[in-house]
């Protein structure tokens, strides 16, 4: 079994890149014929999120996830396709890129397989070579953290990505780190999301991070988009992996913005003849707003509208203080809109059988028809007369005479007994006889 698998061959998507979950672009020009004059960039993916735009100058014939060489400095490096054509240019446009003005490096070649080779080593490298420099800058006592190394593909050169909170002087890092590698070194400085970006990972809500997968950059992100959204300020709900704010805060702000352009301030005092209320929270979309008595804490909580508070708001403004907070006279009933199994497929019970009890059921021997019929032939017959009187309760001091029949009816009942019941004796006597 295990042979027939080993040669099935593997199959692999045309519209996106092997590297799923890295900034995939998918390329829904890929299956329409391609015009006479087509655009000769190509879109390059390095380690992780690291993308490069070249130009094929040789019109090498390229397919997407073809691994290629490519034009470095120094030496090359190696890569793999994930876009190509007119999309090319799009996407250049989209990271704030000038086509025109561009340094555009070429493609030199399909990576052959001693490129391939070359380049696995250098990866081999790459963990052990970032625990090493982070011992180094641990002993050289500079305040920053390596987060990532990359080699380049012909091991000529090597890309450290590093986060620092103030200027570091690594000056004397890079001539430590060339002495102990025999490479090139380049210090590149990121920050803590692309650092998330770059390594990866799945976030509280079960989907990998938006960082490393769709977004290309980063908005900022503040408090007011909580407050905006009402949603709890506390630092570890907020917060991502990257140990900011989650940038998924952003995401539906303008919507909750827009649907709050016409409710009153919250920090407006309501005042009616029975006391004070105070804003407690506000359910957006249901445009209801709760108030308390007390300003700290939730007591007396009472669910208003949002133009009952406006209402209220405008009578405090003319002097004017009402009943109570909520006007009853306009008062509708709310019907909560709750769960109802209309269908009834979610139902356990819907798989149990509900004949099995009465098919499992034993049944009940009952005579056979040779003592059904006896039983009819010594049954004693009612007295017609005696149809529509009383039952009769049983006395000491009854008759003699129906004491009798009685006495009577007793007797034919044992005897109908020891008429059915079989003789064990005459049975053992002819097993013994046989």
């Known amino acids: 079994m295990d042979d027939i698998i080993d040669k099935v061959p593997e199959k692999k998507c045309t519209s996106c890149s092997s590297r799923c979950g890295k900034l995939d672009v998918f390329d829904w020009l890929a299956d329409l014929p391609q015009p006479g004059m087509t655009s000769d960039l190509v879109e390059v993916q390095f380690k992780n999120t690291r993308k490069g735009y070249f130009k094929n100058s040789n019109g090498i014939r390229l397919q997407k996830g073809d691994i290629v060489a490519v034009e470095s400095s120094p030496g090359h490096d190696i890569g793999e396709v994930t876009l190509m054509g007119e999309l090319v240019a799009l996407q250049m446009k989209k990271n704030n890129l000038n086509a025109k003005t561009y340094d555009f490096q070429r493609v030199y070649r399909v990576a052959t397989p001693a490129d391939i080779e070359k380049w696995e080593e250098a990866k081999a490298l790459e963990h052990e070579t970032m625990l090493e420099s982070r011992r180094i800058a641990e002993r050289l006592k500079l305040n920053m953290k390596i987060g990532d190394v990359e080699y380049q593909g012909d091991r000529t ?171 009853e006279s306009k ?78 009816r007793q007797q034919r009942n044992n005897n109908n007994k020891r008429r059915f019941r079989p003789n064990r004796n005459n049975n053992k006597n002819r097993n013994d006889q046989a």
């Open 157 to 327: 050169k090597a890309i450290f990505y590093y986060i620092a909170d103030e200027r570091v002087d690594f000056r004397e890092l890079i001539k430590v780190l060339a002495d102990r590698f025999r490479v090139r070194i380049e210090m590149r400085q990121i920050g803590a999301r692309q650092e998330a970006g770059r390594i990866g990972g799945i976030g509280p809500c079960g989907r990998e991070l938006c960082c490393s997968t769709w977004m290309t950059n980063f908005v900022s992100v503040t408090t007011n988009a909580a407050r905006y959204q009402e949603i709890s300020l506390n630092p570890q709900k907020l917060a991502g992996q990257c140990g900011k704010l989650k940038c998924c805060l952003n995401y539906e702000l303008d919507a909750y913005i827009d649907a709050q352009q016409d409710f009153p301030d919250t920090n407006v005092m309501l005042e009616v003849r029975d006391g004070n209320f105070y804003h407690f929270k506000t359910d957006i979309f249901k445009r209801v707003m709760w108030f308390t008595t007390q300003k700290d804490i939730p007591a007396n909580m009472t669910e208003v509208s949002v133009d009952r508070v406006k209402e209220v708001i405008a009578m405090n403004r003319r002097g004017q203080r009402p009943d109570q907070l909520n006007d």
């Open 331 to 408: 008062a509708r009933p709310v019907q909560e809109v709750g769960y109802a199994n209309v269908i009834g497929q979610d139902d356990l019970t819907r798989f149990d059988d509900k004949n099995r009890n009465q098919k499992n059921k034993p049944r009940r021997k009952g005579p056979n028809r040779e003592q059904q019929n006896n039983r009819g032939e010594n049954r004693p017959v009612p007295n017609a007369n005696a149809v529509n009187q009383p039952p009769m309760a049983r006395d000491n001091s009854a008759p003699a005479a129906q004491k009798d029949e009685n006495a009577s």
